[in-house]
């Protein structure tokens, strides 16, 4: 009992830590030491600090993280997203709020390249609201339609916070990869008929664009295609079996930045500034790994997610209830921290749960099914009141227009979300699909 008490008492000083804003990675670092020091003595985290860094990051799955990351580097850098939203405004932007679908589409787009919720939200965000304020949008339209936009960044493979999800749970990352592309395309389109029904309902909101000639069209979708090249040969040779993520993640990096080459855009200063911006965000990144290792360590010390796990499994509530209380979890988790802080530090707790419930599935197929929603609900987090950050981020761009205006914006797609997540859990098949296809 005593070392229950301590493993929950490091918890609430965790988060504790998160809300007077202590990065994430040095809040679970410190209580996980401190944990570990006070149920198992100094001598043992000395052991840990010795060979736990090099146990952590060895692991060759992760090293496709810096590849992508860095693939998303370059593309942001050498107006990737430009092209996207050109091309998508080319096709969808003479319809009544046809460049807000666009806007979603060169999110969709650019995600599937970058592989992360807040930059796809931040790089969008200053390509396309200029074009929807000039065309009149509405502020609560224009905004909420890029902050819920840009997590379609966290879904659409290749992702990263896919990748360390499929690293904790032990599943095959080209299956995650597969399981997550029905419903990342599915939430694409439940944003464009969320646009179309809210442009139906208000009109003024969401006017016509220009006209575009046919050639014109014909020329931005050309300028587009080495983009859908480069993602399909990436995510299809993963599909195929030609390449494992982590070739397949640096043979894209590659290509991207050939591409910026070729057009004049890949400077030296460029590429220096994406190495640079990779090696933080990888640095970020692995140190928050090593930080929820400690934490898992610790609270594993204590019989924490051991203790939820018992205190749910014998409450003798359905299993759907218990994945919706699960979710809920999630979503208020995503109101205080980002997606793969969320992802490592419920992960733990929640999945000694699931595999104690019968969903009428297989381990390895739960292990696919939660991932994929748990992500969705990571998305949903994203754009939650009173602190979703893909809020924060559009309105640091959109200065002049009310947060209220925007959290007014995402809620029509924060209620197509829940739609979405509705039908995924209803019917697993959605998700198990293509990963079944592929075996």
Known sequence: MDSLVIGFGGLGVML?????????????IVVGLGGIALLSGPGIVMSQLKDLAYAQFSIYDLSVVPMFVLMGNFATRIGLSR???????????????????????????????????????????????????????SPALATGTVAAGGTLGILIPPSVVL????????????????????????????????????VTVWPESGPAGAKISGAERRRLTIAVLPVLG???????????????????????????????????????????????????????????????????????????PQA???????????PYVILGLLLIALIILGCLMDSL??????????????IGLDFGMDEESLKIWFGVIALIVVELG??????????????????????????KGVMPFFCSEIVRIVLLVSFPGIILFLPRLLS
């Open 308 to 318: 939820a796990a018992d205190a749910m499994l014998s409450s003798g509530l359905p």
């Open 163 to 198: 990748v360390v999800y499929a690293i904790i749970v032990e599943a095959n990352i080209v299956t995650m990869f597969a399981a997550a592309l029905i419903p990342g395309l599915l939430a694409v389109l439940l944003f464009m008929i969320t646009i179309a029904i809210y």
């Open 382 to 407: 994203l754009i939650t009141p009173p602190v979703g950050l893909n809020v924060f981020i559009i309105n640091a761009i959109a200065r002049d227009v009310p947060m209220s205006e925007t959290f």
């Open 83 to 137: 092209d996207l939203f050109a091309a998508a405004n080319a096709w969808l932007g003479q319809l009544r709020g046809g460049v807000a679908m666009a806007a979603i589409a060169a999110c969709a787009g650019f995600g599937a390249v970058c592989g992360s919720s807040l930059a796809t939200a931040s790089t969008m965000g200053q390509v396309a609201l200029p074009e929807l304020r000039r065309l009149k949008y």
């Open 230 to 304: 480069v993602f399909s040969l990436v995510i299809g040779g993963i599909y195929v079996g030609a390449f494992n993520p982590t070739p397949a993640a640096a043979v894209g990096a590659f290509l991207v930045a050939l591409y910026g080459l070729a057009r004049g855009q890949m400077t030296v200063n460029v590429f220096i500034e994406a190495l640079l911006d990779t090696a933080k965000t990888t640095g970020m990144i692995y140190l928050i790994l090593l930080g929820a290792e400690l934490l898992k360590i610790f609270l594993a010390r204590g019989g924490v």
């Open 16 to 28: 504790l830590l998160i809300a007077i804003r202590v990065p994430i990675a040095y809040s679970m």
């Open 341 to 354: 802080s969320m992802i490592l530090l419920a992960i733990p707790f929640f999945w000694p749960v699931l």
